[in-house]
């Protein structure tokens, strides 16, 4: 079942309070995008969706989001990519995180640009970005899975 905008912001914002309880003071929400304050200073938490392109007896969950360039930098502190369908299936990074896993060596196009597309398969307890080029090992990914810790 495809969750709408609303409840997918609700539910990421409920993991985000479970688990930093303590440390929040307040809280806003526009859409896709979450405005905590708390001790620690204003945290920004931004929101993407994807459907989950398994296939029809695949019990794996894959997911795809692609990034502009502008994005990367825009004013967030932590970046959420979560299954329209099932909220348990999400990646957290922090901005910087983000960040350096677009520098990889793996994340480079031949022509030397960044890909900024992001394949999140989650298999099993493992999740891997698969977008990397034919014959490259997948980058492991899976410390940041429902990592919802500030």
């Known amino acids: ?4 905008r609303k409840n ?6 409920s993991k985000f ?11 806003e929400t526009k859409s896709n ?27 794996n969950t894959y997911l795809w989001r692609g990034f502009s360039a502008k994005e990367i ?9 979560i299954c329209s ?7 957290i990074f922090t901005k910087e995180e983000l960040k350096q896993h677009f520098s990889l060596e793996v994340k480079k196009k031949k022509n030397g640009e960044v890909d900024f ?3 999140p398969h989650f298999i099993g307890r493992k999740c891997i970005d698969a977008r990397v080029p034919a014959g490259k090992e997948p980058i492991d990914i ?9």
């Open 8 to 13: 997918i912001t609700m539910q990421v914002l």
């Open 85 to 91: 369908e099932d909220i348990e299936k999400a990646v």
């Open 117 to 119: 597309e992001i394949y």
């Open 142 to 150: 899976t410390k940041y899975v429902n990592n919802y810790i500030f």
């Open 73 to 81: 930098e825009d004013d967030y502190d932590y970046m959420t990519i």
């Open 17 to 27: 309070i479970e688990n930093n309880l303590e440390k929040i003071e307040n809280v």
């Open 33 to 59: 995008q979450i405005i905590f304050k708390t001790t620690e200073g204003i945290k920004k938490v931004k929101i993407k969706t994807s459907k989950n392109y398994n296939q029809e007896e695949d019990q």
């Open 1 to 4: 079942m495809k969750l709408s």
